[in-house]
């Protein structure tokens, strides 16, 4: 019995160190894979910013074409009114300048 346990305990302790040993490999695997793959995620991240960046210089063109066209329209509504409003005092003057004839 003791030589039986005895090769038990051997083919444990060498079961034990060879699962040791794949449970390295797997580790060392797994650090090779992901620095195999490091490059190509550094890669999509930079994308991905690129394209973040493109899609926020492309929402600011947007946003300054609108404030263009609307300071635009509202310099021309200011014009438009002023043009209206001398064509009323050039009609006022020309009423006084009539009523002042007409009085003298």
């Known amino acids: 019995q003791p030589e039986e346990d005895q090769g038990v305990r051997q083919a444990v302790l060498q079961l034990q160190h060879e699962v040791t040993e794949i449970q390295t490999l797997k580790a060392k695997l797994r650090t090779v894979k992901s620095e195999k793959s490091l490059p190509r995620l550094i890669l999509e991240k ?3 910013a690129e394209q973040l960046e493109r899609r926020e210089v492309e929402d600011l063109k947007g946003k300054w074409e609108n404030l ?3 300071a635009h329209r509202k310099a021309v ?3 438009l009114r002023t043009s209206e409003l001398a064509k009323e005092v050039s009609a006022l003057k020309s009423r006084a300048g009539s009523v002042d ?3 003298l």
Do not use: H, I
Request: a neutral charge.
């Open 46 to 48: 930079e994308e991905r």
């Open 68 to 70: 263009t066209a609307a």
């Open 77 to 79: 509504a200011s014009f």
């Open 101 to 103: 004839k007409a009085q």
